[in-house]
Structures are given as structure tokens and as C-alpha cells.
T-cell receptor
Framework: KAGVTQTPRYLIKTRGQQVTLSCSPI?????VSWYQQTPGQGLQFLFE???????NKGNFPGRFSGRQFSNSRSEMNVSTLELGDSALYLC???????????FGAGSRLTVL | QQQVKQSPQSLIVQKGGISIINCAYE??????FPWYQQFPGKGPALLIA?????SEKKEGRFTISFNKSAKQFSLHIMDSQPGDSATYFC????????????FGEGTQLTVNP
């Protein structure tokens, strides 16, 4: 059974640009969550999607957005990138009503 | 009130020793407490989890101890091995927050051979 797949794994952007990250959840998982991981702030919740609807949102500015498609795949977008957006962005999926989050390997974003 | 405090930040243990990582929380609505293990270049992986209606859960060499009245829980790794060297995160989930997890700051564990 394939795990959570995140693409791209690594990317470098410059300030002011935007970026789109993709996440394919485990087959059958309808819930997808996104987290930002940095050395200073640790793991911070960004948002959660279930059946194409945003169910929960963390305390991030509006530059951070996401969406989920009918096949449960999810994307997150960060516009007008700032240096502080450099982080590992993790996607996690879980079956409906279950507690167990399975994380992908993450997308490492570097903003120069 | 949503924070989860984790200590120590780093831990060095000899092979065969016991590793203990502690976490404390404030939000009494939290109803699920998982521990995640993360190796470099990988995403966090669920290690073991507990609900507040039990005081201890053991899976192999890993044990969670839970003290509801003190709002604290801890991870014990018995017979620690060099392969256990990783970063460990405690987390908590609130009853109405969907799958949202609030994570502790992480503990970098090094097990020396």
C-alpha cells in the first residue's frame, strides 16, 4: 500500500514568488492535513481538508492557502514568499473518523 | 492553552539504557495523545498513542505513562538502541478539532553504542 506522496521534495524560490506543493494521500483516506516544520517553531498546523472542504485552519496568514480535489489529492499554495517561509511542509492523511495520521516525507522549501 | 510543552530538548543515552521524554499540556479537552518518531529526511511516524482513560500503554520497548490529574504524559524507551536515535514529538488532539494535532517542541535522542 503506497504511503503519502509529496511533490516536489525539494525546491528553491526567491522572495515574492509563489509556490504550489502537492500531496497524494493513502488510497481511501479522505482527510488531508498540512503542517509546517521549522527548527524554531517546530510542527505547526496549517489546515485540514475533508471531502474537498476545509475543516480546520491554523494561525497562518492568508498567503497560505490550500485545496482538495475530488480524488482527495491536495495542494497548498504560498504566495508572496518570505524568507521565513523556508521550512519543511508536511502532508498527512488519515481515514475518516480515525486518529492515526500518516505523514509524507515532506517538501523542503528554501526561500532566498 | 493549546500548547504542549516537551522536555528535554535533547537526550543522550547509552545503549541498553532507558530514555524518558516528558510532556505537559493545559487543555483538558485533549483526548488523544500520540508520540511520533522522525528520522532525518523523513516525515514523522506514529510510534504509540494513548487516551486519557488509561494510565499506561506498552508496545514492545515503548511505554506511555499518563497522569491525567497532573496533565502530564511521558514516553519511556526501554533497552534503548542506536537505531532509536531520532527526534521524538509528543502531540495532543482536542475533542472537536478534527485531526488537528498540537505538537511538543521535539526531543533529539542520541543512543550511543
Amino acid at each position: 500500500k503506497a504511503g503519502v506522496t509529496q511533490t516536489p521534495r525539494y525546491l528553491i524560490k526567491t522572495r515574492g514568488q509563489q509556490v504550489t506543493l502537492s500531496c497524494s494521500p493513502i488510497s481511501g483516506h479522505r482527510s488531508v492535513s498540512w503542517y509546517q516544520q521549522t527548527p524554531g517553531q517546530g510542527l505547526q498546523f496549517l489546515f485540514e481538508y475533508f471531502s474537498e472542504t476545509q475543516r480546520n485552519k491554523g494561525n497562518f496568514p492568508g498567503r497560505f492557502s490550500g485545496r482538495q480535489f475530488s480524488n482527495s489529492r491536495s495542494e497548498m499554495n504560498v504566495s508572496t514568499l518570505e524568507l521565513g517561509d523556508s521550512a519543511l511542509y508536511l502532508c498527512a492523511s488519515n481515514p475518516s473518523g480515525a486518529n492515526v495520521l500518516t505523514f509524507g516525507a515532506g517538501s523542503r522549501l528554501t526561500v532566498l | 492553552q493549546q500548547q504542549v510543552k516537551q522536555s528535554p530538548q535533547s537526550l543522550i543515552v547509552q545503549k541498553g539504557g532507558i530514555s524518558i521524554i516528558n510532556c505537559a499540556y493545559e487543555n483538558t479537552a485533549f483526548d488523544y495523545f500520540p508520540w511520533y518518531q522522525q528520522f532525518p529526511g523523513k516525515g514523522p511516524a506514529l510510534l504509540i498513542a494513548i487516551r486519557p482513560d488509561v494510565s499506561e500503554k506498552k508496545e514492545g520497548r515503548f511505554t506511555i505513562s499518563f497522569n491525567k490529574s497532573a496533565k502530564q504524559f511521558s514516553l519511556h524507551i526501554m533497552d534503548s538502541q542506536p537505531g532509536d536515535s531520532a527526534t521524538y514529538f509528543c502531540a495532543a488532539r482536542g475533542g472537536t478539532s478534527g485531526s488537528r494535532l498540537t505538537f511538543g517542541e521535539g526531543t533529539q535522542l542520541t543512543v550511543n553504542p
